[in-house]
């Protein structure tokens, strides 16, 4: 069969070429599961540490889904490079062809993933700011624990309590303690009202960088003659709280979603899928080229196995009388 080929210029160079494209594929398969391998890696890391409580603190879930089609993503380019290696290691058209089929599933998993992340930045608009103040009012610390325990106010319990310590913010809005003192929170605090509840819970007070723990706790809740339990207003605002924190979390998770974890997504999707756009486009290459070659093949078998027969049957016409 080599032989063949030797012979006949035109295929030689086909099979050169093809030889190419494989050893080519086998590189870049390695770098595509290892592509793969960091963002899952990364992506778990980030829906861990900063994703999992948006649907409590916001009440969507679309950053999350953007997230878990990242990460889903990620596996697929993981198998597709696996797949995409035996496949040209052993110069299968089939398994090729599942490379492409795997690779097209990433492409638009990636898509996905980006039309989602542009929905929500698009959501994070001053709607948001008013859901943030209803399930701060009404779900947060109520029916945590127990019997009458609710998975969803738990869920935006410590959703909350998660944003306001890694984010260093209190409330909604910048300055707005007062909102917790119409909390159902609030309402249910053992104490009297105005003077020995506490009016922020312990999420919102600042802790000491050196140690975790917190810089002056009941200054941070309790403090009258100045917030939280006076609002900050042009004329007047009390004595400073050191110990409590002034930013809103509305602003703080805009600034944060929209400048950075937003755009990690966006970024790392639109790298994957350009780079996945070439690699398919290799793999059809590669493809076609393997049933060019087992065409090739075919033809060449054919013209083997027909050949002596040809032969035979000239000699045979020739000298008849042999067989006589």
């Known amino acids: ?66 997230a878990i089609l990242l990460i889903v993503s990620g596996g697929l380019l993981m198998l597709s490079a696996l797949v995409a290696m035996i496949g040209a290691c052993s110069e299968q058209p089939k398994l090729i062809a599942a490379f492409v ?81 119409d909390s159902n929170w609030y309402r249910i605090q053992p104490g009297t009202p105005d003077s020995g509840k506490p009016f922020v819970p312990a999420s919102c007070c600042v802790r000491n960088p050196s140690t975790g723990d917190y810089k002056n706790l009941k200054n941070c809740q309790t403090q009258i003659f100045g917030p939280p339990n006076i609002p900050e207003t042009p004329q007047y605002s009390g004595l400073p709280n050191n110990d409590l924190y002034y930013r809103g979390c509305y602003e703080t998770g805009k600034d944060h979603l929209l400048n950075e974890v937003t755009w990690y997504l966006i970024g790392t999707a639109v790298g994957v899928e350009f780079f996945g756009l070439m690699w398919f486009v290799l793999g059809l290459g590669l493809l076609c080229t393997l049933k060019r070659e087992v065409d090739n093949e075919l033809v060449m078998m054919n013209d083997l196995t027909s050949q002596p027969q040809t032969v035979s049957r000239n000699f045979n016409d020739s000298y008849p009388y042999r067989y006589n």
């Open 1 to 66: 069969m080599d032989s063949m080929y030797m012979m006949n210029p035109k295929l030689q160079r086909q099979r050169s070429c093809g030889g190419c494209l494989r050893y080519f594929i086998i590189v870049t398969s390695i770098l595509f599961a290892l592509l793969g391998a960091a963002v899952v890696a990364v992506f778990v890391y980030l829906t861990v540490d900063q994703i999992w409580f948006i649907k409590g603190l916001l009440g969507t879930d679309m950053l999350m889904a953007s």
């Open 101 to 181: 089929v795997l690779l097209s599933g990433v492409i638009l998993t990636l898509l996905a993933c980006i039309i989602c992340t542009l929905v929500f930045r698009t959501w994070l608009a001053e709607q948001v700011r008013n859901n943030m103040v209803v399930t701060l009012t009404t779900y947060y610390g109520v029916n945590v624990d127990g019997i009458n325990s609710q998975p969803w106010n738990k869920q935006v319990t410590e959703a909350w309590d998660a944003a306001q310590s890694k984010w260093q913010c209190c409330s909604v809005r910048d300055n707005s303690w007062a909102i917790y003192r």
